[in-house]
Structure formats: C-alpha cells, structure tokens
C-alpha cells in the first residue's frame, strides 16, 4: 500500500517539478564566462582545452521570478594533456536570454563520492 501511495505522489508531483525548470538549456553562457575566469585565475588556458571532451550537465533550476531562473551547471573541462578542471557555475537565465547576470565560478578541489 505504501508503494503505491508512493508512485502516485510521484506521478503527480514529477510534472510540475519539470515545468519549473527554466526553458531554454544555456549552457554557452556558463561554460564561456568559467574558461574566462579560470584563465584569469591561471587555472588553465582555453588554447589548451579540448573543446569536444568538455562535458556539461545543469544540476538544477529554480525560478526566481517572472521567466526569471537560477540555472546550476557542472562543467568538466579537459586539456589536450588530459588534465581535468570541474566547475560549478550559477547564474540568472530568461526565456529569451541566457546572459542575464554574470556567472559565478566555483573551483571543484576535491571530488567524494559517486563514480
């Protein structure tokens, strides 16, 4: 009985939770501003990336306000050496714009967990 109760709420509440999510995937926005900021913190330099191992996935979404939303991204960058940078960035996206605030970059030092 309690499974069922289960995969109802689930049912019911998994749809809304999507349409929150903002409507356009911007991941350019994100991915651009954290290459400028780990060259500007001497992290890596873009010549040296690999652009088409650069993995990206938007952990979450939130709406903040009318098609206002906070768009959360892990962004693993890799050098032709085969060094890995991950990222986590944050910043504000629109309907129709994916620049609407600048990008915050977090530097992932240390990875616990998962695969």
Known sequence: MKITVLIAWLALTTPTLC???????CVSWPKNM???HLKN???TDPAQLDESKTHAVRLASEKTGKD?????YDIT???????????????????TECSISGVDVYV???KIGGP
């Not at 206002?68 to 959360?72: A, C, G, T």
């Not at 890799?78 to 910043?91: F, L, W």
């Open 41 to 43: 913190a001497g992290i």
């Open 77 to 95: 960058f890799y050098e032709k050496s085969g060094r890995a940078t991950e990222v986590i960035t944050s910043s504000e996206s629109s309907s």
């Open 108 to 110: 992932v030092s240390k």
């Open 68 to 72: 206002l939303y906070r768009d959360v």
């Open 34 to 36: 954290a290459e400028v």
């Open 19 to 25: 349409l929150a999510s903002s409507p356009a995937q």
